[in-house]
């Protein structure tokens, strides 16, 4: 079964002991090429391999890809195609496992065996990789948060390891860079929360605070009769100033980061934003209609981009 398949088959175990697995030695080449399949058979807003990233960097933003790709896979596909949570965390606990014996050097997997290469040559945390787990593990036992302190430790864990690791790899290492892309990461978790509350409602999540919710006297039930209410309209507006907030404290990170990687995190800022701008232009209503960035958006977005001056003149006139 070649990787595309294996991953729309809904044989979940078979990600971590199929025959295609096991049956084999693995170079690294073809590890590496294993994980570039998994990050070309699937579309996120997650630069892999894009024409931004420099060429010798590609496979390494695979390996990383594929390592997260899976262990989403395992807890949100596995909800789709009715596997318990049970089995979803004894496959993510697995995982956790695999991840350990690959910095031990003790892993035959295909992900790990470019994943511990990856991250001996670029000098990767472990830490961020358990973070990541971390997290998809909750996704599977949380599905209600109480305070949005909550949300944002869960953000801490789901979205800015992503961030640093991608800093790490073009050799960023200063503090101050790690934690406006911190800022900007859990700026688009937030939005894709917001963007996403129908969706996230069909699998019985709600990300919006339980709190918030009281704030504006909603409950549970006001969110699962969708519809875009007075009270939720103002809920939804606080939210999106939180997010929006967040991508302006990150915003000097836009113009700190030279290169491709400076023009690629302009347009990721960008196009965060400009989901905030549809939500807020359709009035909140997020269960009529899914704010989403068509082909001419992404132009004006990559053009944009490319105006490193234009994100200087702004933070200049912001401070």
Not at 109 to 119: G, Q, R, Y
Not at 170 to 187: K, V
């Amino acid at each position: 079964m070649n990787t595309a398949a294996q991953y729309k088959s809904g044989a979940l175990a078979e990600v971590i002991h199929g025959t295609h697995i096991t049956a084999r030695a693995w170079s690294s080449e073809s590890a590496y090429r294993y994980c570039e399949q998994i990050a070309r058979s699937h579309y996120e807003n997650f630069p892999v391999g894009s024409l931004l990233v420099p060429k010798p960097l590609r496979k390494h933003f695979h390996s990383i890809y594929a390592f997260a790709r899976t262990a989403d896979d395992l807890a949100d596909e596995g909800y789709r195609e009715g596997h318990s949570e049970g089995e979803r965390l004894r496959l993510l606990e697995e995982w956790r496992a695999l991840l350990r014996e690959s910095f031990e050097g003790r892993v035959a997997h295909p992900i790990f065996i470019a994943l511990s290469e990856t991250c001996a040559q670029f000098g990767l945390p472990g830490e961020l990789f358990e973070d990541l787990i971390s997290a998809f593990i909750q996704d599977v036992t949380v599905r209600r948060y109480e305070s949005f302190d909550e949300l944002m430790d869960y953000c801490r864990r789901s979205a800015n390891p992503i961030g640093r690791l991608i800093l790490l790899l073009f050799g960023h290492r200063d503090n101050q860079l790690h934690e406006w892309a911190d800022s900007i990461c859990t700026a688009l978790q937030l939005t894709n929360h917001w963007q996403d509350v129908a969706i996230d409602l069909d699998k019985d999540r709600i990300y919006i605070p339980a709190c918030d919710l009281e704030r504006f006297d909603l409950t549970v039930e006001d969110l699962q009769s969708r519809r875009s209410t007075e009270g939720f309209r103002r809920l939804m507006q606080m939210e999106v100033a939180r997010a929006r907030a967040l991508f302006e404290q990150g915003k000097p990170l836009c113009v700190s980061v030279p290169g491709r990687l400076g023009l690629e995190l302009r347009a990721v800022w960008l196009g965060g934003t400009r989901i905030l701008d549809s939500l807020e232009k359709n009035g909140y209503d997020v269960f009529r209609r899914r704010p989403t960035i068509g082909f001419v958006g992404k132009l004006y977005i990559l053009a944009s981009g490319m105006r490193k001056g234009a994100f200087r003149r702004r933070l200049k006139a912001d401070s």
